[in-house]
Protein backbone atom coordinates (compact mmCIF):
# COMPACT_ATOMS: atom_id res chain seq x y z
CA UNK A 1 0.00 0.00 0.00
CA UNK A 2 1.35 3.68 -0.79
CA UNK A 3 1.86 6.35 1.18
CA UNK A 4 -0.07 8.93 -0.06
CA UNK A 5 1.96 12.54 0.02
CA UNK A 6 0.23 16.00 -0.90
CA UNK A 7 2.15 19.09 -1.44
CA UNK A 8 0.06 21.83 -1.03
CA UNK A 9 -0.13 25.53 0.72
CA UNK A 10 -2.61 28.02 -0.08
CA UNK A 11 -0.87 30.56 -1.10
CA UNK A 12 0.25 30.43 -5.01
CA UNK A 13 4.00 30.35 -5.79
CA UNK A 14 5.39 29.42 -3.09
CA UNK A 15 7.50 26.14 -4.33
CA UNK A 16 4.88 23.30 -4.04
CA UNK A 17 6.11 22.41 -7.91
CA UNK A 18 9.68 22.71 -7.18
CA UNK A 19 9.66 20.74 -4.19
CA UNK A 20 6.87 18.06 -5.23
CA UNK A 21 9.62 17.46 -7.87
CA UNK A 22 12.80 17.42 -5.58
CA UNK A 23 10.91 15.50 -2.83
CA UNK A 24 9.69 12.79 -5.38
CA UNK A 25 12.83 12.11 -7.21
CA UNK A 26 15.07 12.01 -3.58
CA UNK A 27 12.52 9.63 -3.04
CA UNK A 28 13.35 7.82 -6.29
CA UNK A 29 17.19 7.73 -6.09
CA UNK A 30 17.13 6.36 -2.90
CA UNK A 31 15.44 3.37 -3.84
CA UNK A 32 11.82 3.16 -3.71
CA UNK A 33 9.37 3.16 -6.10
CA UNK A 34 7.59 6.66 -6.53
CA UNK A 35 4.82 8.48 -8.63
CA UNK A 36 4.47 11.77 -8.61
CA UNK A 37 0.96 13.37 -10.36
CA UNK A 38 0.26 16.63 -11.43
CA UNK A 39 -3.38 17.88 -9.65
CA UNK A 40 -3.34 21.47 -11.67
CA UNK A 41 -5.35 20.97 -14.14
CA UNK A 42 -4.97 23.78 -16.88
CA UNK A 43 -2.13 25.20 -15.59
CA UNK A 44 0.30 22.26 -15.67
CA UNK A 45 3.93 23.22 -14.62
CA UNK A 46 5.34 19.61 -13.23
CA UNK A 47 5.97 18.03 -16.84
CA UNK A 48 8.52 21.46 -17.59
CA UNK A 49 10.06 20.82 -14.04
CA UNK A 50 10.22 17.36 -14.16
CA UNK A 51 12.16 18.06 -17.73
CA UNK A 52 9.30 15.84 -19.59
CA UNK A 53 7.45 18.00 -21.15
CA UNK A 54 7.68 16.54 -24.68
CA UNK A 55 6.66 12.91 -23.86
CA UNK A 56 3.63 14.00 -22.61
CA UNK A 57 1.02 11.99 -24.54
CA UNK A 58 -2.18 11.07 -22.15
CA UNK A 59 -2.57 13.26 -19.01
CA UNK A 60 -4.97 12.30 -15.69
CA UNK A 61 -7.89 13.76 -16.86
CA UNK A 62 -7.91 11.04 -20.04
CA UNK A 63 -6.87 8.40 -17.36
CA UNK A 64 -9.83 9.45 -15.32
CA UNK A 65 -12.64 9.40 -18.51
CA UNK A 66 -11.30 6.25 -19.31
CA UNK A 67 -9.74 7.75 -22.39
CA UNK A 68 -6.32 6.28 -21.76
CA UNK A 69 -5.07 3.50 -19.46
CA UNK A 70 -2.52 4.51 -16.29
CA UNK A 71 0.17 2.93 -18.24
CA UNK A 72 -0.14 4.73 -21.32
CA UNK A 73 -0.16 8.16 -19.19
CA UNK A 74 2.66 7.41 -16.73
CA UNK A 75 6.27 9.18 -18.53
CA UNK A 76 9.03 7.32 -16.98
CA UNK A 77 11.45 9.14 -15.60
CA UNK A 78 15.11 9.25 -17.86
CA UNK A 79 17.74 9.85 -15.25
CA UNK A 80 16.30 7.66 -12.52
CA UNK A 81 13.95 4.24 -12.88
CA UNK A 82 12.29 4.29 -10.32
CA UNK A 83 10.42 7.49 -10.91
CA UNK A 84 6.96 8.14 -13.19
CA UNK A 85 5.27 11.38 -13.59
CA UNK A 86 1.14 11.45 -14.24
CA UNK A 87 1.06 14.97 -15.78
CA UNK A 88 -1.97 17.22 -15.83
CA UNK A 89 -4.37 18.40 -18.84
CA UNK A 90 -3.32 21.71 -20.39
CA UNK A 91 -6.45 22.14 -22.06
CA UNK A 92 -9.24 21.16 -19.68
CA UNK A 93 -10.29 22.99 -16.55
CA UNK A 94 -10.60 21.67 -12.71
CA UNK A 95 -14.40 20.52 -12.84
CA UNK A 96 -13.01 17.43 -15.20
CA UNK A 97 -11.51 16.02 -11.98
CA UNK A 98 -13.94 13.65 -9.55
CA UNK A 99 -13.75 12.65 -6.35
CA UNK A 100 -14.66 9.06 -7.96
CA UNK A 101 -12.24 9.26 -10.70
CA UNK A 102 -9.36 10.38 -8.45
CA UNK A 103 -10.01 7.89 -5.57
CA UNK A 104 -10.15 5.02 -8.56
CA UNK A 105 -6.87 5.99 -10.14
CA UNK A 106 -5.32 6.10 -6.73
CA UNK A 107 -6.05 2.99 -5.57
CA UNK A 108 -4.51 1.42 -9.07
CA UNK A 109 -1.01 3.43 -8.43
CA UNK A 110 -1.27 2.56 -5.04
CA UNK A 111 -0.45 -1.24 -5.95
CA UNK A 112 2.18 -0.88 -7.61
CA UNK A 113 4.33 1.91 -5.98
CA UNK A 114 5.74 2.98 -2.39
CA UNK A 115 4.96 6.99 -2.49
CA UNK A 116 2.53 9.28 -4.34
CA UNK A 117 3.44 12.49 -4.23
CA UNK A 118 0.23 14.78 -5.27
CA UNK A 119 1.20 18.74 -6.55
CA UNK A 120 -1.31 20.26 -5.38
CA UNK A 121 -2.18 23.74 -7.20
CA UNK A 122 -2.51 26.84 -5.03
CA UNK A 123 -6.06 27.83 -3.85
CA UNK A 124 -8.92 25.84 -1.33
CA UNK A 125 -10.78 25.05 -4.53
CA UNK A 126 -11.56 21.94 -5.90
CA UNK A 127 -8.69 21.02 -7.35
CA UNK A 128 -6.71 21.38 -4.23
CA UNK A 129 -9.43 19.98 -2.02
CA UNK A 130 -8.85 16.75 -4.41
CA UNK A 131 -5.21 16.89 -4.20
CA UNK A 132 -5.16 17.14 -0.19
CA UNK A 133 -8.69 14.41 0.23
CA UNK A 134 -7.15 11.31 0.19
CA UNK A 135 -3.72 12.04 1.93
CA UNK A 136 -1.72 9.95 4.54
CA UNK A 137 0.41 12.76 5.10
CA UNK A 138 0.67 16.54 4.03
CA UNK A 139 3.48 18.83 3.45
CA UNK A 140 2.60 22.54 3.49
CA UNK A 141 5.21 24.60 2.13
CA UNK A 142 5.47 28.18 4.31
CA UNK A 143 7.18 31.21 2.94
CA UNK A 144 8.29 33.38 6.00
CA UNK A 145 6.19 36.10 4.95
CA UNK A 146 2.77 37.07 6.63
CA UNK A 147 0.48 36.30 3.57
CA UNK A 148 1.84 32.70 2.93
CA UNK A 149 1.72 32.48 6.74
CA UNK A 150 -1.78 33.30 6.85
CA UNK A 151 -2.72 30.54 3.68
CA UNK A 152 -0.45 27.78 5.29
CA UNK A 153 -2.79 28.37 8.37
CA UNK A 154 -6.19 27.97 6.46
CA UNK A 155 -5.01 25.11 4.54
CA UNK A 156 -4.63 23.17 7.65
CA UNK A 157 -7.63 24.13 9.03
CA UNK A 158 -9.24 22.58 5.85
CA UNK A 159 -6.65 19.34 6.32
CA UNK A 160 -7.81 18.94 9.29
CA UNK A 161 -11.55 18.60 8.61
CA UNK A 162 -11.93 18.21 5.08
CA UNK A 163 -10.02 15.19 4.17
CA UNK A 164 -11.02 11.51 3.90
CA UNK A 165 -8.56 10.50 7.06
CA UNK A 166 -10.76 13.37 8.82
CA UNK A 167 -14.36 12.85 7.68
CA UNK A 168 -14.22 9.12 8.46
CA UNK A 169 -12.64 9.64 11.89
CA UNK A 170 -9.29 7.63 10.71
CA UNK A 171 -5.97 8.50 12.17
CA UNK A 172 -5.32 12.41 11.11
CA UNK A 173 -3.46 13.79 8.23
CA UNK A 174 0.40 13.96 10.05
CA UNK A 175 1.08 17.59 8.81
CA UNK A 176 4.57 18.50 7.94
CA UNK A 177 6.08 22.47 7.89
CA UNK A 178 8.57 22.91 5.08
CA UNK A 179 9.51 26.90 5.28
CA UNK A 180 11.11 27.88 0.96
CA UNK A 181 12.76 30.71 0.05
CA UNK A 182 14.64 31.29 3.57
CA UNK A 183 17.04 34.02 4.23
CA UNK A 184 18.92 33.96 7.46
CA UNK A 185 20.33 37.45 6.33
CA UNK A 186 16.43 39.23 5.80
CA UNK A 187 15.84 37.64 9.36
CA UNK A 188 19.03 38.46 11.38
CA UNK A 189 18.23 41.95 9.85
CA UNK A 190 14.36 41.64 10.98
CA UNK A 191 12.96 41.92 7.87
CA UNK A 192 11.80 38.30 7.52
CA UNK A 193 10.06 35.92 9.87
CA UNK A 194 12.06 33.73 11.05
CA UNK A 195 11.57 29.91 12.13
CA UNK A 196 10.42 30.76 15.68
CA UNK A 197 8.00 33.66 13.93
CA UNK A 198 6.40 30.69 12.12
CA UNK A 199 6.31 28.27 14.06
CA UNK A 200 4.33 30.15 16.67
CA UNK A 201 1.88 30.77 14.44
CA UNK A 202 1.67 27.45 12.70
CA UNK A 203 2.50 25.04 15.28
CA UNK A 204 3.95 22.17 12.94
CA UNK A 205 6.47 19.40 13.09
CA UNK A 206 9.37 21.50 11.02
CA UNK A 207 10.64 19.33 7.96
CA UNK A 208 12.85 21.35 7.15
CA UNK A 209 14.23 24.72 5.50
CA UNK A 210 15.41 25.60 2.01
CA UNK A 211 17.16 28.29 1.66
CA UNK A 212 16.20 31.16 -1.03
CA UNK A 213 18.76 30.31 -3.97
CA UNK A 214 20.03 30.45 -7.78
CA UNK A 215 19.96 27.17 -8.10
CA UNK A 216 16.02 26.59 -8.44
CA UNK A 217 15.58 28.88 -11.45
CA UNK A 218 18.36 27.16 -13.28
CA UNK A 219 16.86 23.37 -11.96
CA UNK A 220 13.43 24.45 -13.66
CA UNK A 221 14.92 26.22 -16.19
CA UNK A 222 16.79 22.83 -17.52
CA UNK A 223 14.30 20.41 -16.22
CA UNK A 224 16.31 18.72 -13.56
CA UNK A 225 14.71 18.85 -10.01
CA UNK A 226 16.81 20.40 -8.13
CA UNK A 227 17.26 17.76 -5.58
CA UNK A 228 19.93 16.13 -8.37
CA UNK A 229 22.17 19.37 -8.12
CA UNK A 230 23.79 18.42 -4.68
CA UNK A 231 26.12 21.12 -4.99
CA UNK A 232 23.70 23.90 -4.36
CA UNK A 233 22.48 24.75 -0.87
CA UNK A 234 18.62 24.27 -2.10
CA UNK A 235 19.36 20.38 -3.29
CA UNK A 236 21.15 19.70 -0.46
CA UNK A 237 18.69 21.14 1.60
CA UNK A 238 16.35 18.92 -0.52
CA UNK A 239 18.35 16.10 0.58
CA UNK A 240 18.16 16.76 4.04
CA UNK A 241 14.26 16.86 3.83
CA UNK A 242 14.02 13.51 2.12
CA UNK A 243 15.86 11.84 4.94
CA UNK A 244 13.97 13.33 7.36
CA UNK A 245 11.10 12.27 6.03
CA UNK A 246 12.09 8.77 6.19
CA UNK A 247 12.70 8.97 9.52
CA UNK A 248 16.49 10.00 9.52
CA UNK A 249 17.76 12.41 12.28
CA UNK A 250 19.34 14.99 10.02
CA UNK A 251 20.10 18.60 12.17
CA UNK A 252 18.73 21.38 10.95
CA UNK A 253 20.64 23.13 8.56
CA UNK A 254 20.82 27.00 6.08
CA UNK A 255 18.85 28.36 9.36
CA UNK A 256 21.61 30.27 10.43
CA UNK A 257 23.86 32.50 8.80
CA UNK A 258 27.49 31.23 7.03
CA UNK A 259 30.01 32.84 8.07
CA UNK A 260 32.29 33.74 4.75
CA UNK A 261 35.68 33.98 4.59
CA UNK A 262 37.50 36.64 3.12
CA UNK A 263 37.67 35.36 -0.28
CA UNK A 264 34.06 33.66 0.18
CA UNK A 265 33.32 37.58 0.41
CA UNK A 266 35.61 38.85 -2.54
CA UNK A 267 34.16 36.21 -4.44
CA UNK A 268 31.01 34.28 -3.41
CA UNK A 269 27.87 35.40 -4.85
CA UNK A 270 25.17 33.76 -3.11
CA UNK A 271 21.92 35.85 -2.88
CA UNK B 1 -35.81 6.46 17.26
CA UNK B 2 -37.48 4.12 15.32
CA UNK B 3 -41.42 4.38 14.69
CA UNK B 4 -43.81 1.54 14.99
CA UNK B 5 -42.12 -2.04 14.23
CA UNK B 6 -44.79 -3.85 14.24
CA UNK B 7 -46.58 -1.47 11.25
CA UNK B 8 -43.74 -1.20 9.26
CA UNK B 9 -42.28 -4.14 7.36
CA UNK B 10 -39.09 -1.82 5.90
CA UNK B 11 -37.21 0.26 7.24
CA UNK B 12 -38.17 4.19 7.91
CA UNK B 13 -36.83 6.20 5.39
CA UNK B 14 -38.18 9.33 7.12
CA UNK B 15 -39.12 9.98 10.33
CA UNK B 16 -41.74 13.14 11.34
CA UNK B 17 -40.64 14.25 14.78
CA UNK B 18 -41.59 17.58 16.69
CA UNK B 19 -39.04 19.55 17.86
CA UNK B 20 -38.06 23.02 19.08
CA UNK B 21 -36.19 25.28 17.27
CA UNK B 22 -35.14 29.01 18.61
CA UNK B 23 -35.21 31.92 16.12
CA UNK B 24 -34.64 35.26 15.80
CA UNK B 25 -38.17 37.68 15.30
CA UNK B 26 -37.49 40.86 13.23
CA UNK B 27 -40.92 42.68 14.32
CA UNK B 28 -41.29 45.75 12.27
CA UNK B 29 -43.35 48.93 13.80
CA UNK B 30 -43.68 50.94 10.88
CA UNK B 31 -43.83 51.12 7.33
CA UNK B 32 -40.98 53.26 5.92
CA UNK B 33 -39.06 51.17 3.75
CA UNK B 34 -36.36 53.05 3.95
CA UNK B 35 -36.25 53.62 7.63
CA UNK B 36 -37.13 49.72 8.03
CA UNK B 37 -33.79 49.18 5.79
CA UNK B 38 -31.03 51.27 7.13
CA UNK B 39 -31.88 50.25 10.96
CA UNK B 40 -31.56 46.97 9.60
CA UNK B 41 -28.55 47.08 7.79
CA UNK B 42 -27.13 49.21 11.28
CA UNK B 43 -28.24 45.99 13.29
CA UNK B 44 -26.88 43.30 11.23
CA UNK B 45 -23.82 45.28 10.49
CA UNK B 46 -22.87 44.64 14.26
CA UNK B 47 -22.06 40.75 13.64
CA UNK B 48 -22.66 40.46 10.02
CA UNK B 49 -21.55 36.87 10.26
CA UNK B 50 -23.76 35.74 12.81
CA UNK B 51 -26.46 37.12 10.24
CA UNK B 52 -25.65 35.66 7.07
CA UNK B 53 -28.21 32.97 5.89
CA UNK B 54 -29.75 33.19 9.97
CA UNK B 55 -33.38 31.98 9.18
CA UNK B 56 -35.91 34.68 10.91
CA UNK B 57 -39.61 35.15 11.36
CA UNK B 58 -41.26 38.52 9.98
CA UNK B 59 -43.55 39.63 12.76
CA UNK B 60 -46.12 42.18 11.50
CA UNK B 61 -47.84 41.78 15.12
CA UNK B 62 -47.01 45.47 16.65
CA UNK B 63 -48.37 46.87 13.33
CA UNK B 64 -51.97 48.36 13.34
CA UNK B 65 -54.68 47.36 11.38
CA UNK B 66 -54.03 50.62 8.88
CA UNK B 67 -50.36 50.06 8.83
CA UNK B 68 -50.67 46.29 7.69
CA UNK B 69 -52.80 47.22 5.02
CA UNK B 70 -50.26 50.55 4.05
CA UNK B 71 -47.32 48.11 4.17
CA UNK B 72 -45.81 46.99 0.97
CA UNK B 73 -44.69 43.54 2.04
CA UNK B 74 -43.63 42.32 -1.01
CA UNK B 75 -41.06 45.21 -0.83
CA UNK B 76 -40.32 44.13 3.17
CA UNK B 77 -39.45 40.65 1.62
CA UNK B 78 -37.41 42.13 -0.69
CA UNK B 79 -35.32 44.27 2.01
CA UNK B 80 -34.52 41.02 3.99
CA UNK B 81 -33.88 38.87 1.44
CA UNK B 82 -31.43 41.43 0.05
CA UNK B 83 -29.95 41.70 3.19
CA UNK B 84 -28.56 37.99 3.40
CA UNK B 85 -31.49 37.04 5.88
CA UNK B 86 -33.36 33.70 5.08
CA UNK B 87 -37.36 34.40 6.19
CA UNK B 88 -38.82 30.96 6.65
CA UNK B 89 -42.00 32.57 8.29
CA UNK B 90 -44.40 35.10 8.88
CA UNK B 91 -47.32 36.12 11.15
CA UNK B 92 -49.35 38.78 11.76
CA UNK B 93 -49.86 39.95 8.35
CA UNK B 94 -52.76 40.34 6.49
CA UNK B 95 -54.85 37.53 4.11
CA UNK B 96 -53.31 38.97 0.99
CA UNK B 97 -49.70 39.37 2.73
CA UNK B 98 -50.21 35.62 3.88
CA UNK B 99 -50.51 34.91 0.59
CA UNK B 100 -47.53 36.82 -1.11
CA UNK B 101 -45.91 34.75 1.73
CA UNK B 102 -47.22 31.48 0.81
CA UNK B 103 -46.03 31.98 -2.72
CA UNK B 104 -42.67 32.80 -1.82
CA UNK B 105 -42.58 29.51 0.10
CA UNK B 106 -42.59 31.30 3.51
CA UNK B 107 -44.50 29.80 6.19
CA UNK B 108 -47.31 31.56 7.73
CA UNK B 109 -47.41 31.16 11.84
CA UNK B 110 -50.23 31.66 14.12
CA UNK B 111 -50.10 34.96 16.28
CA UNK B 112 -49.33 35.43 19.27
CA UNK B 113 -50.65 37.36 22.08
CA UNK B 114 -47.24 39.70 23.46
CA UNK B 115 -47.04 42.16 25.73
CA UNK B 116 -48.64 45.02 23.32
CA UNK B 117 -51.00 42.96 21.64
CA UNK B 118 -52.88 42.58 25.06
CA UNK B 119 -54.19 46.55 23.88
CA UNK B 120 -56.07 44.59 21.21
CA UNK B 121 -57.06 41.60 23.43
CA UNK B 122 -60.76 41.12 21.75
CA UNK B 123 -59.19 40.93 18.09
CA UNK B 124 -56.63 37.96 18.56
CA UNK B 125 -56.50 34.67 20.02
CA UNK B 126 -54.30 33.29 22.78
CA UNK B 127 -51.19 32.10 21.31
CA UNK B 128 -50.38 28.67 20.62
CA UNK B 129 -48.02 26.79 22.70
CA UNK B 130 -45.03 26.10 19.29
CA UNK B 131 -44.68 29.90 19.08
CA UNK B 132 -42.88 30.67 22.18
CA UNK B 133 -38.73 29.87 22.82
CA UNK B 134 -38.84 26.33 24.49
CA UNK B 135 -37.06 26.16 28.32
CA UNK B 136 -33.69 25.91 28.38
CA UNK B 137 -32.12 22.46 28.73
CA UNK B 138 -31.07 21.10 32.29
CA UNK B 139 -27.96 19.56 31.08
CA UNK B 140 -25.98 22.11 29.54
CA UNK B 141 -22.66 20.16 27.78
CA UNK B 142 -19.42 21.58 27.45
CA UNK B 143 -17.88 21.40 23.99
CA UNK B 144 -13.83 20.62 24.76
CA UNK B 145 -11.80 21.13 21.88
CA UNK B 146 -7.84 20.06 22.35
CA UNK B 147 -5.93 20.75 18.41
CA UNK B 148 -5.11 24.06 17.09
CA UNK B 149 -8.12 26.04 16.07
CA UNK B 150 -6.98 27.03 12.37
CA UNK B 151 -7.75 30.01 10.32
CA UNK B 152 -11.26 29.87 8.36
CA UNK B 153 -12.51 27.41 11.43
CA UNK B 154 -15.51 27.93 13.23
CA UNK B 155 -16.47 25.93 16.26
CA UNK B 156 -19.77 26.54 17.83
CA UNK B 157 -20.60 25.15 21.56
CA UNK B 158 -24.48 24.85 21.15
CA UNK B 159 -26.27 25.01 24.67
CA UNK B 160 -22.99 25.03 26.77
CA UNK B 161 -19.32 26.17 27.33
CA UNK B 162 -16.44 25.90 25.00
CA UNK B 163 -13.35 25.09 26.73
CA UNK B 164 -10.28 25.28 24.16
CA UNK B 165 -7.07 23.67 25.31
CA UNK B 166 -4.88 24.43 22.34
CA UNK B 167 -4.38 28.19 20.14
CA UNK B 168 -6.75 29.95 18.43
CA UNK B 169 -5.21 31.31 15.00
CA UNK B 170 -6.04 34.67 13.54
CA UNK B 171 -9.09 34.76 11.23
CA UNK B 172 -10.80 31.63 13.35
CA UNK B 173 -14.12 31.90 15.26
CA UNK B 174 -15.17 30.12 18.59
CA UNK B 175 -18.61 30.21 19.86
CA UNK B 176 -20.07 30.28 22.66
CA UNK B 177 -23.98 29.70 24.00
CA UNK B 178 -22.05 29.44 27.69
CA UNK B 179 -18.59 30.49 28.71
CA UNK B 180 -15.34 30.48 26.72
CA UNK B 181 -11.97 29.34 28.51
CA UNK B 182 -9.23 29.64 25.91
CA UNK B 183 -5.79 27.67 27.70
CA UNK B 184 -3.54 28.90 24.37
CA UNK B 185 -3.17 32.55 23.02
CA UNK B 186 -6.52 33.93 22.17
CA UNK B 187 -5.98 35.55 18.26
CA UNK B 188 -9.10 34.86 16.58
CA UNK B 189 -12.70 35.53 17.25
CA UNK B 190 -14.41 34.75 20.12
CA UNK B 191 -17.99 35.18 20.86
CA UNK B 192 -19.59 33.83 24.00
CA UNK B 193 -23.44 33.81 25.22
CA UNK B 194 -24.30 34.22 21.69
CA UNK B 195 -27.84 33.46 21.67
CA UNK B 196 -28.67 36.35 24.22
CA UNK B 197 -26.58 35.12 27.62
CA UNK B 198 -25.36 38.40 29.00
CA UNK B 199 -23.62 36.44 32.00
CA UNK B 200 -21.28 34.83 30.00
CA UNK B 201 -17.57 35.23 30.48
CA UNK B 202 -14.68 34.42 28.43
CA UNK B 203 -11.58 33.07 30.06
CA UNK B 204 -8.08 33.16 28.51
CA UNK B 205 -4.65 32.79 29.61
CA UNK B 206 -3.00 34.68 26.47
CA UNK B 207 -5.63 37.39 25.21
CA UNK B 208 -4.89 38.50 21.18
CA UNK B 209 -8.45 38.06 20.00
CA UNK B 210 -9.40 39.94 16.78
CA UNK B 211 -12.69 40.45 18.56
CA UNK B 212 -14.78 39.57 21.74
CA UNK B 213 -18.34 39.84 22.53
CA UNK B 214 -20.37 38.28 24.60
CA UNK B 215 -24.26 38.67 24.55
CA UNK B 216 -23.99 40.05 20.72
CA UNK B 217 -22.08 43.19 22.62
CA UNK B 218 -19.04 43.45 20.68
CA UNK B 219 -15.46 44.81 20.84
CA UNK B 220 -12.84 44.74 18.03
CA UNK B 221 -8.74 45.16 19.05
CA UNK B 222 -7.28 48.26 18.03
CA UNK B 223 -4.52 47.75 20.75
CA UNK B 224 -6.13 48.36 23.83
CA UNK B 225 -5.88 44.68 24.60
CA UNK B 226 -2.16 44.28 24.31
CA UNK B 227 -1.59 45.30 27.78
CA UNK B 228 -3.10 41.74 28.55
CA UNK B 229 -1.29 40.14 26.16
CA UNK B 230 0.44 36.76 28.01
CA UNK B 231 -1.21 37.48 31.28
CA UNK B 232 -4.70 35.10 32.35
CA UNK B 233 -7.47 37.20 31.86
CA UNK B 234 -11.12 37.08 31.95
CA UNK B 235 -13.69 38.89 30.13
CA UNK B 236 -17.25 39.93 31.40
CA UNK B 237 -20.63 42.66 30.61
CA UNK B 238 -20.69 45.17 32.86
CA UNK B 239 -23.11 47.83 32.30
CA UNK B 240 -23.70 46.77 29.05
CA UNK B 241 -19.90 47.30 28.21
CA UNK B 242 -16.64 44.85 28.08
CA UNK B 243 -14.77 44.78 30.62
CA UNK B 244 -11.34 42.92 30.91
CA UNK B 245 -9.70 42.01 34.00
CA UNK B 246 -6.27 40.12 34.76
CA UNK B 247 -7.25 37.52 37.00
Known amino acids: ?271 | MSSNPSQNTSPAAVELKSGSITLPILKVHTVDMADIDQQLQQKLGKAPEFFRNAPIIIDLGELTEEQKQALDFASLLKTVQGLALAPVGMRGGTPEQQKLAQADKIAVLADVRTESALDNAGEKKPAPKRAIPPPRPITATTKVIDQPVRSGQRIYANGGDLIVLAQVSPGAEIMADGNIHVYGPLKGRALAGVQGNLEARIYCSDLQAQLIAIGGHYRTNEGEDDAFKGKLVQVFLQDNALVVESL
Open chain 1, 1 to 271: MARIIVVTSGKGGVGKTTTSAAISMGLALRGHRTVVIDFDIGLRNLDLIMGCERRVVYDFVNVINNEASLNQALIKDKRCENLFILPASQTRDKDALTLEGVERVLNELSENYDYIVCDSPAGIERGAHLAMYFADDAIVVTNPEVSSVRDSDRMLGLLASKSRRAEQNQEPIREYLLLTRYSPQRVKLGEMLSVDDVQEILSLHLLGVIPESKAVLSASNSGNPVVIDDKSDAGQAYQDVVSRYLGEEVPQRFIDEEKKGLFGRLFGGKA
